[in-house]
């Protein structure tokens, strides 16, 4: 039987990556050099290649946040989601987000992204716990460090099973839905892995597991979501 529901963000929930997105209205609203735009589009492709320059790619995101306040930058969270994160919200991750809830399962957001970026939108899905990367913060300013690991591969899984043995439950009554080759690790030990829209290199791995493949559209009718529920409640049953 699931427990817990574990879900990546970008491109999992979302069609969108907000790291790539946060910077782009940043630079927009003046908050950030022009520049940083194609630095991000850099920092994009060496994540899909699984070859993220942890330190360099941390400094770089949480440059604005330097010597800002809390309210300050969940102020300006809530603006980048609702003018540039909101619409690109998978339907189906709503009813599948939705169902687990309904079904009492408790749902969590595990992702590398900043927990500032990332609360709005675990909201606005109901999920119940949101795991993150950790800024710094010293006197109520973030320092433009971070507090603990940078959430990626490993530093997920290592998240995830802590999760688990506080709330003592195996990673066997664990589902996880994710898009990206640096969550293998994670998708490796859950009881359910579930990969949404992924890239080649992702699939190949999938498909030799035979790892629930789905293909999530903004536009869809939810035509793939009566298959997810049929075979969670495979599982829970």
Sequence with gaps: MIEIAIFDMDHTVLDIDCDLSWKYFLADEGLAPPDHRAEAERFFDLYHRGETPVDEYVEFQLREFVNRSIEEMKTIADRHFEQRVRKYIFPQAREVIDDFNRRDIATTMLTGTNRIIAEPIARSLGINRVIA?????????FSGRISGPFLMKEAKLKSASDLCASENIELERVTYYADSITDVALLEKVRYPV??????????????????IENWQLEAKSASFPRVREEIGKVLS
Aim: charged content about 30%.
């Design 195 to 212: 990969v949404i829209n992924p890239r080649e290199n992702l699939r190949t791995i999938a498909e030799a597991n035979q790892w629930q």
């Design 133 to 141: 990367t950790e800024p710094e913060i010293k006197n109520g300013r």
